[in-house]
């Protein structure tokens, strides 16, 4: 497609599960971000991929989080044992390259029951 | 470090009046900023972003941004409001053009179109 996918649009689950949310670039897209927009709050820079390489993982919110991109494509964030906190919209963006402007998808809904 | 503070969370305007939204910023380096829009269900869409070449900035809808270094500002304006313009509206830093340390939004502004 000619935006950034993300899937599920939706997603309910019982609290202590483990939730695996997918993001896929803009083909080409050599830079990929991972954002948490909580009710009522700004957006929260989580992490990013060079290709298929994270850097710095110090964004992520606690050790239930982790990322993983395969290549210069499809990333996933998995979060383990999830908690209530842990309900918000999970926002991927990919850019041609680093310094260059971020495109969106359209977010992934998490509610934790 | 940067961070950005968005004045008000939510900016009712009627309909053909100035759209004014606020955004002032600090970082300890020259910035890069951004404004981005959310309509309702859907994705962020970058709207403009400033990168030292001019400091007023012209986006996409009519709408423009100052950048004034020395009130530390990045406000959005637009000359005349349309009901469509109703969505939730981000400003947005980054010490690196968005790459190394991705972008710090602020908390976001609601901007209301009143017919």
């Known amino acids: 497609g000619a935006g950034v996918s993300q899937s599920p649009s939706n997603k309910v689950t019982e609290k202590g599960k483990d939730v695996e949310l997918r993001c896929d670039p803009i083909?080409?897209?050599?830079?990929l971000y991972w954002y948490r927009q909580r009710l009522g709050q700004g957006l929260e820079f989580l992490i990013y991929f060079q290709g298929n390489s994270a850097p710095d993982k110090s964004g992520l919110p606690s050790d239930r989080f982790s990322a993983e991109r395969t290549g210069e494509s499809v990333s996933t964030l998995t979060i383990q044992r999830t908690q209530q906190e842990d309900s918000a919209v999970y926002l991927c963006?990919?850019?041609?390259?680093?310094?260059?402007?971020?495109?969106f998808g359209d977010g992934t809904r998490l509610s934790i029951l | 470090a940067q961070s950005v503070t968005q004045l008000g969370s939510h900016v009712s305007v009627s309909e053909g009046a100035l759209v004014l939204l606020r955004c002032n910023y600090s970082s300890s380096v020259p910035p890069y900023l951004f404004w981005y829009v959310q309509y309702p269900n859907q994705g962020l869409q970058l709207l403009l972003k400033?990168?030292?070449?001019?400091?007023l900035v012209k986006g996409i809808n009519g709408f423009e941004a100052e950048f004034k270094k020395s009130e530390t500002s990045f406000h959005l304006t637009k000359p005349s409001a349309h009901m469509s313009d109703a969505a939730e509206y981000f400003c947005?830093?980054?010490?690196?053009?968005?790459?190394?340390?991705?972008?710090?939004f602020g908390k976001g502004t609601h901007l209301i179109i009143q017919p």
């Open positions: 963006a990919s850019s041609l390259r680093m310094n260059q402007p971020q495109h």
């Open positions: 947005a830093v980054s010490d690196s053009g968005g790459g190394a340390d991705g972008l710090t």
């Open positions: 400033y990168t030292s070449a001019a400091t």
């Open positions: 083909s080409g897209h050599t830079a």
